[in-house]
């Protein structure tokens, strides 16, 4: 399989696409994005690697974050990580409120806003004062990449504009469902989501989920065979807020969007895969990227299904 080659049919078949979507605007910041930027990055479990476009243009992670804080907190609660957030698809947007309040302060999934926010409680209990050095430690070992920070003007831009996460960390506090100062848990969360990645990086990272756990390029165990399974089995439901329906039929793989623009996916006991363009569907993720990701597994076949 001539990967290269399907990369440049992909960007050639995507073109179409740049007149529509929109980048987001509630967050100043992500709305300065260059409209005109596509990159995609494929790094297989014995290490080959293939890119297209400015796959070495850093842009903020933002929700993707959340697959990487949910696994350090998963590894550290276990199944109780369970009590306090779910593992359902929501079916409604991903900062809703009306479903966190229905259901007394437990999020859906930690793929929501609430639910990461919560898992990002959990690990300032575990790590306390330096809990988000901790998350920035892990993502640059899953990324073999010491050279990852988070953005400091985008963080402010969040802080400054996420009255709705304010509302869901107060609602949830309500229900005693976070057990951190609120203005702690809220500074962790916005500055993972501020974190700076690459295509190339982003793809490193999710090798490990699609090797059971185990980074097969340095053979390290990050968690175990059954928690990588149900980390992909909620990117797979969850990982694209009320479109993850629409993705698994469409494109068919474990994935996770983020705002910012990109989306990371896993071809288990294959590849990782990463995809950026910054302007958005109506679901809040990469329009262009979901295109690309599509056309990608209709080439291929290399869908789960």
Known sequence: MDLDAILKEIQEEIQKYFTKGKLPNYIPMLAQADESDFAMSIITLDGEEYHIG????????????????????????????????????????FNSLVQLEYESGIPRNPFINAGAIVTTDCLASIFEDNAFNEILDFMKKVSGDQNISFDKNIFISELGHGFQNFALINLMKSYHNIKNPIDDVIQIYFKQCSIMMTTKQLAHSMLFLANHGKDPLTNESILNESKAKRINSLMLTCGHYDASGDFAYKVGLPGKSGVGGGIVAVVPKKMA?????????????????????????????????
């Open 273 to 305: 895969i990463s995809v950026y363009s910054p302007k958005l569907n109506v679901y809040g993720n990469s329009l262009i990227g979901t295109k690309a990701l599509e056309l990608f597994t209709t080439k291929t076949g290399l869908s789960i299904f």
């Open 54 to 93: 400015c796959s070495n243009k850093k842009f903020s992670i933002q929700s993707i974050s959340k697959v990487f804080t949910f696994t350090l907190a998963l590894e550290h609660y276990s199944k109780e990580l369970y009590k306090r957030v779910g593992h359902e698809p929501s079916g409604d947007p």
